[in-house]
């Protein structure tokens, strides 16, 4: 100890001098838009032109200012804009809200995944939309003194989680199928070798628990996100009707028909999640915290009397009004609406408390609104009895009225995600 100590307070008074750099969020630039609209088409007629189109000064000149005529998108429209948005200076694109037929793309989830950018897959060597992969990126470790000539590197998943709680960490990544038999395999095989080369890499042995476990706070994410944008909206739509509830309990009457028929009678139903509230310990009678840590969670040992449901199902939809629904019935899957069972899709006690928490909390939320809008009676009516009252099981809804108030989307996004993930899904 008396030798290493001169060493420790020397290396930190040199660290002492150095700028630390802590971990914050950053709100993200606004998108600069390069639209110019573009001038007449050029004439190239001799005619035109007395002299050597080279010589013509005008600041058209389809040779020498040919940057004039390059085409560049226009800013893609918001939901909701601010009522002081202005262009910039210098801009012609001026921001501008979703059209109706623009709204009813964006409150589709499969639209949604299908139109997020294409990355190559390192595995299958095919394109595929972002968010059915996995984002991989490469890490440096801290040299040792067994391994000083070497870099080592060790291969971490980047991006997963939602960029208002973490930022990606490295700016070369690699993607893989979101598919936990995918990434096994992925280290079995070795084959994320070929990708770092002339590298010591350290794989971690339990990669798919890690990405699996922040595919659930993804989860999490995207709800108290949610949460908190209909917070800030709660009384300032006056008009707000039936078709704008985001999420609502179904009742018991409600959720005993949809287990029978096994469709879901409801317009714009996204998703449905089961999630019945955590029981007491049965020796300190409190209920466990609700965590969103990033960090691996407590290994658990529950044992349940019953085996568990599957993580997901897929249920018919009886509004599916899709054109290829009666035309080619035969080719094209029907709309399905998933399932999924709280106690298998998260498994860990706290996620599960806090899934809950967020639930109940967006709950509250939606009989504020309704209370403001001056409605009480927005939601379908029982008569009294024990079948009216609320079951466990929470529909989220979509469509281009309550996408104003909130981004349901995400969510079933999200859900989707770690539906594919846990194998019940095949891309």
């Given at each position: 100890m008396p030798r290493i100590l001169p060493r420790l307070i020397d290396k930190i008074l040199r660290q002492a001098h150095h700028q630390k750099n802590f971990p914050y969020y950053k709100p993200p630039r606004r998108p600069k838009s390069l639209h110019r609209p573009l001038p007449p088409r050029p004439s190239f007629h001799p005619a035109h032109h007395p002299q050597s189109i080279l010589l013509d000064t005008a600041p058209d000149n389809p040779i020498t200012s040919s940057r004039s005529y390059l085409y560049h998108k226009t800013l893609p429209p918001r939901v909701v804009i601010p009522q002081n948005a202005n262009t910039r200076q210098g801009e012609t694109d001026s921001p501008r809200t979703m059209t109706a037929e623009e709204l009813r793309w964006w409150a589709n989830p499969y639209l949604r995944i299908l139109s997020s950018p294409m990355r190559y897959c390192f595995d299958t060597d095919h394109h595929f939309p972002a968010d059915t992969l996995i984002r991989l990126a490469p890490m440096q470790l801290p040299p040792t003194r067994m391994s000083t000539s070497q870099t080592r590197i060790t291969i971490v998943p980047d991006g997963v989680l939602n960029p208002r709680f973490a930022v990606r960490r490295s700016g070369r990544a690699s993607y893989i199928l979101c598919s936990r038999e995918a990434i096994s395999q992925m280290v079995k095989s070795g084959s994320y070798k070929r990708v770092l080369r002339g590298a010591q890499i350290f794989m971690n042995p339990r990669l798919a628990d890690q990405i699996a476990h922040l595919l659930r706070l993804r989860v999490l994410q995207e709800l108290e996100l949610l949460a908190d944008r209909l917070?800030?909206?709660?009384?300032?739509?006056?008009?707000?009707?039936?078709?704008?509830?985001?999420?609502?309990?179904?009742?018991?009457?409600?959720?005993?028909?949809?287990?029978?028929?096994?469709?879901?009678?409801?317009?714009?139903?996204?998703?449905?999640?089961?999630?019945?509230?955590?029981?007491?310990?049965?020796?300190?009678?409190?209920?466990?915290?609700?965590?969103?840590?990033?960090?691996?969670?407590?290994?658990?040992?529950?044992?349940?009397?019953?085996?568990?449901?599957?993580?997901?199902?897929?249920?018919?939809?009886?509004?599916?009004?899709?054109?290829?629904?009666?035309?080619?019935?035969?080719?094209?899957?029907?709309?399905?609406?998933?399932?999924?069972?709280?106690?298998?899709?998260?498994?860990?006690?706290?996620?599960?408390?806090?899934?809950?928490?967020?639930?109940?909390?967006l709950l509250g939320y939606e009989r504020k609104m309704r209370y403001f809008a001056g409605h009480s009676t927005l939601l379908p009516s029982f008569p009294a009895g024990d079948q009216?009252?609320?079951?466990?099981?929470?529909?989220?809804?979509?469509?281009?009225?309550?996408?104003?108030?909130?981004?349901?989307?995400?969510?079933?996004?999200?859900?989707?995600?770690l539906h594919m993930f846990e194998g019940t899904c095949n891309i």
């Open positions: 917070q800030c909206g709660t009384g300032s739509r006056s008009g707000a009707g039936t078709s704008q509830t985001i999420i609502r309990k179904l009742t018991r009457s409600e959720w005993n028909s949809l287990k029978s028929s096994g469709s879901v009678p409801y317009e714009d139903a996204l998703a449905i999640l089961v999630v019945p509230p955590l029981n007491r310990h049965r020796v300190t009678k409190k209920r466990p915290e609700a965590s969103m840590s990033a960090m691996p969670p407590e290994e658990e040992h529950v044992s349940f009397p019953k085996p568990l449901p599957p993580l997901s199902e897929m249920l018919s939809s009886s509004h599916d009004s899709s054109p290829h629904a009666s035309v080619l019935p035969s080719l094209l899957p029907k709309l399905g609406i998933p399932l999924y069972n709280g106690l298998t899709a998260f498994p860990n006690r706290s996620q599960r408390a806090a899934l809950f928490a967020v639930l109940t909390r009216s009252k609320a079951s466990h099981a929470f529909l989220l809804c979509s469509n281009a009225d309550n996408s104003k108030r909130g981004d349901a989307v995400a969510v079933a996004i999200a859900l989707w995600r």
